[in-house]
């Protein structure tokens, strides 16, 4: 596509629940990140996919947090039972690689906005 | 570890003035990337400019412009004729090259007042 698209933008869910964000980066990036952003502060780096790669999973805060991507296409970030404290914006970026190495910047989609009640 | 400092949280500026926005990076690396994005109040991040290490010259676009000190591992974002749109976060990043770790700094939110 022409930009990374993330689904839904916003997610209202409450305390306990699984949910799902999703996340379709530009086609032929095949590097992938997940960031976590709470109100007002920077970006947490949750997980990276690279290809068929094992992905760097050393950021995700608990179990309760996984993500999956299927090659080089879309991923999805699942976060189970919910916590008050998951709430943030779920930031989504793809890049360009090369030989197995970043070669450019990240593009962002706009976000996933989680709240949990 | 490679970190990243922004050390003014807030700062604005008047409408058409200028206004320097500062980073620090610690690394033992020679060969890397620096970026700055900003993050509009739609939340989408976007890259403002980039500097390759290896390059001496700093980068410029339109309006921004880097000071880019290697030695003292600076690199200060200027924002010419500030505009009403420019206002929203920017965050400084680095990253080494051929690495694949992005680390960014904690934001500036730059407001422009009229």
């Known amino acids: 596509g022409a930009g990374v698209s993330q689904s839904p933008s916003n997610k209202v869910t409450e305390k306990g629940k699984d949910v799902e964000l999703r996340c379709d980066p530009i086609s032929g990036h095949t590097a992938l990140y997940w960031y976590r952003q709470s109100l007002g502060q920077g970006l947490e780096f949750l997980i990276y996919f690279q290809g068929n790669s094992a992905p760097d999973k050393s950021g995700l805060p608990s179990d309760r947090f996984s993500a999956e991507r299927t090659g080089e296409s879309v991923s999805t970030l699942t976060i189970q039972r919910t916590q008050q404290e998951d709430s943030a914006v779920y930031l989504c970026?793809?890049?360009?690689?090369?030989?197995?190495?970043?070669?450019?910047?990240?593009?962002f989609g706009e976000g996933s906005r989680l709240t949990v009640l | 570890a490679q970190t990243v400092t922004q050390s003014q949280p807030e700062m604005s500026v008047q409408e058409a003035e200028t206004v320097t926005l500062s980073c620090t990076y610690d690394?033992?690396?020679?060969?890397?990337?620096l970026f700055w994005y900003k993050q509009p109040p739609s939340r989408q991040m976007i890259l403002v400019i980039r500097?390759?290490?290896?390059?001496?010259q700093n980068a410029t676009e339109n309006r921004f412009s880097v000071n880019f000190q290697k030695a003292a591992k600076s690199f200060s974002l200027k924002i010419s004729d500030s505009q009403l749109g420019d206002a929203a976060m920017y965050f400084c990043?680095?990253?080494?090259?051929?690495?694949?770790?992005?680390?960014f700094g904690p934001g500036t939110r730059l407001s422009v007042l009229p």
């Open positions: 970026a793809s890049s360009r690689t090369s030989g197995g190495y970043n070669t450019g910047e990240l593009f």
């Open positions: 990043a680095y990253r080494l090259n051929y690495g694949q770790n992005f680390v």
């Open positions: 690394t033992s690396e020679s060969d890397y990337y």
């Open positions: 500097q390759e290490a290896y390059k001496q």
